[in-house]
């Protein structure tokens, strides 16, 4: 097993890595848990089928009262009037404070199942346990928990650490190629911010069957990264903004196709190249950068240019949390593997797109 340890003060919690991992969900959430009687689990229509019966299965056999809350799959099911039905049923499942949620999903699922946990009896025990390679690199570490409002994403949130992750890398093989490859987008992220050699470990590895022959290395060296970040910088507000590369332009591609025509992943890896493009025109980014990204994420399935409106643009820009005032910051990279912010106004970065 790999295990890291996200050392917050007083919010310490360990992410573990191992095959088959999901049939030990409940003596591992014991272990973080022992005065726990129930337990919420939060999940999809999609994971319900595949996974829920092995994890309420291993949760009652460590004497948890468990009962399954199933939600839409999809983006659609982030929504205020969601959190508000899973407060009602975990009221009228008698959860306490001494009781906790697991989040058995993909982002979706985390985001919205850390919400309800976040602020449900002012805050109970989250546990993740992410089911898709971009919940499990990205989403389900570091206490981002939000709901999607009309204006945007992810407008209506907070930071809510969880006790304790369980990552099961044999979870990754029912997902089919394209939501798979969608988890890659943010896996190259992060060579792309924080460690070029990773980025050419990955450009080594275009297919499917190599990733996985090296699964717990690459979901390891993600979630290492961003604990180191997560650390330093839990609220956001310096170091983390890293972790946002390509997400700036990567949310109006989103907004363009209405959260339904473009993937997260799709969107975050055409947000990725554009905003090489961006930098090399804003004299930060080497020229030779854009290429080599958008060489990888092709080989990858990846799409490396979506076309955007230019109100979509505006509209992303100006709801986007990393902006202040007149301004944005932008994130953008001075070589491969290393991220830089750039603070440009948001007149100026429209004029550029």
């Known amino acids: 097993m790999k ?12 992410i573990l890595i191992e095959r088959g991992l999901l049939s030990q969900a409940g003596e591992r959430i014991r272990a973080v848990l022992p005065k726990a009687q129930k337990l919420a689990v939060v999940t999809d229509r999609n994971v319900e089928f595949l996974y829920s019966s ?10 948890f009262e ?5 939600v839409p799959a999809g983006e659609k099911s982030k929504t205020p009037s969601q959190l508000a039905a899973l407060w009602e049923g975990f009221m009228e499942f008698g959860l306490t404070r001494t009781d906790g949620v ?12 850390g919400f309800a946990a976040a602020t449900i009896l002012r805050g109970v ?7 898709t390679l971009l919940s499990q690199v990205d989403s389900s570490v570091g206490g981002k928990v939000a709901v999607d409002l009309e204006h945007g994403k992810n407008l209506a949130g907070a930071f809510y650490q969880p006790r304790l992750v369980l990552m099961d890398p044999d979870v990754l093989n029912t997902l089919d190629l394209p939501q798979f490859m969608d988890g890659m987008a943010e896996v190259i992220k992060y060579g792309c911010i924080w460690d070029a050699d990773f980025f050419d470990f990955l450009a080594a590895r275009s297919s499917r069957p190599e990733l996985m022959a090296d699964i717990e290395h690459i979901l390891y060296t993600c979630c290492d990264i961003k ?22 332009l ?11 025509e473009w993937s997260h992943g799709e969107a975050v890896a055409a947000g990725m190249c554009a905003a090489a493009r961006l930098g090399v025109t804003l004299g930060v980014t080497p020229p030779e950068v854009p290429q080599k990204l958008e060489e990888a994420l092709e080989a990858l399935g990846q799409v490396t240019r979506l076309s955007c409106s230019m109100e979509d643009y505006a509209a992303a820009i ?13 994130i953008l990279l001075n070589r491969l593997g290393h991220a830089v912010p750039h603070q440009i106004a948001k007149a100026d970065l429209l004029k550029l797109l």
């Open 54 to 63: 092995a994890v309420l299965d291993s949760l009652r056999a460590a004497g």
């Open 125 to 131: 025990a989250l546990v993740q346990i992410p089911t």
């Open 3 to 14: 295990t890291l340890t996200v050392a917050l003060p007083g919010r310490e919690y360990d």
């Open 66 to 70: 468990a009962r399954l809350f199933t």
């Open 227 to 248: 604990r180191q970040v997560v650390t330093q910088d839990e609220l956001d507000t310096g170091l983390r903004m890293i972790l946002n590369f390509g997400h700036t």
């Open 250 to 260: 990567g949310h109006a591609y989103e907004l363009a196709g209405r959260y339904v």
């Open 318 to 330: 100006g709801l986007d949390k990393k902006g202040a005032g007149a301004d944005i910051t932008l």
């Open 102 to 113: 697991a989040a058995l999903g993909g982002g979706v699922v985390g985001d919205l199942a």
